[in-house]
């Protein structure tokens, strides 16, 4: 008899432990997907990059002291993007004094983007997102791909504004259009 309830006490202290390993496993796996889109009026999500440098750096907290503007491009160094960085390059004076930090988005790693951020002089932060989790969120995933846009963020992390898609030449103007609205 005592053998017996030895027994059933066993079976249900494993039964418990595989309820919690259950428990941890979905835990786990719900940390790792990406919050719902990201539309006009949702906040930056939390979220932690690598930035040019390759350094953490947390999403949400971008918009914190400033507002935001983040461009993404398909691949860095290439002729579209590169006319797309250079406009936001140009223009970052005019952003900055709006009371907006400029960021630029892609799935290369922060080496590719470190030489081209040398390259091109720019002067803001580059953002590696190689698994795409903040691109997909943004809206801005075409299968394996990266559509060009840009999407602004008003101070405190809000979205105010997004182009998707919208061509290498427009991009800078158009924000600086949109942030001169705002000031």
Known sequence: MQSLQRSLLRRRARQRQRKRLLRQILKTLRLRRFPKSID???????????????????????????????????KADTPGCTTQACGFRDSYPDFTSSGFDVYCLSADAPSAQSKWQTKQELPYPLISDPKRSLIKALGAASGAKTLRSHFIFEKGGKLVEKKNPVKPADSPKLALEFVKTLV
């Open 40 to 74: 006009i009026g949702d906040t930056l999500p939390t979220l932690t990059l690598k930035n040019e440098k390759d350094e953490d750096l947390e999403i949400s907290t971008l918009a914190a002291e400033k507002g935001v503007i983040l461009f993404l491009v398909p």
